[in-house]
Nanobody, 125 residues
Framework: QVQLVESGGGSVQAGGSLRLSCVVSGYSYYRYCMSWFQQAPGKEREGVARIDSSRIVSYAESVKGRFTISKDNAENILYLEMNNLQPGDTAMYYC???????????????????WGQGTQVTVSS
């Protein structure tokens, strides 16, 4: 049974930092696409960062230069380092994984088969 469990969310002031973690079990995630998505209240869930099996990464324009996605294959953990957080980053953050190699990793929700329960990030001005 595949499980993704996020942690590390919290409340910070603008300019602060957080590191999110996603522990993966029941799945050899290092072979496929893994991503972080954010969903603010009343908005669609959107991809913010993704990493493929070759550790090639991609970011949404809104987080480039501030967020860093990485993974520890030995520990089966996906990370999202978030720096210079802004109120617009306030959202629930989810990690997601594909069940097989889909070719290029994208930010499309439909590409991902497994999802965590989410962790809340709140940034105050």
């Amino acid at each position: 049974q595949v499980q993704l469990v996020e942690s590390g969310g919290g409340s910070v002031q603008a300019g602060g930092s957080l590191r999110l973690s996603c522990v993966v079990s029941g799945y050899s995630y290092y072979r496929y696409c893994m991503s972080w998505f954010q969903q603010a209240p009343g908005k669609e869930r959107e991809g913010v960062a993704r990493i493929d099996s070759s550790r090639i990464v991609s970011y949404a324009e809104s987080v480039k230069g501030r967020f860093t996605i990485s993974k520890d294959n030995a520990e089966n953990i996906l990370y999202l380092e978030m720096n210079n957080l802004q109120p617009g980053d306030t959202a629930m953050y989810y990690c997601a994984a594909t069940a097989f190699d889909p070719g290029p990793c994208t930010a499309a929700k439909s590409q991902y088969d497994y999802w965590g329960q989410g962790t809340q990030v709140t940034v105050s001005s």
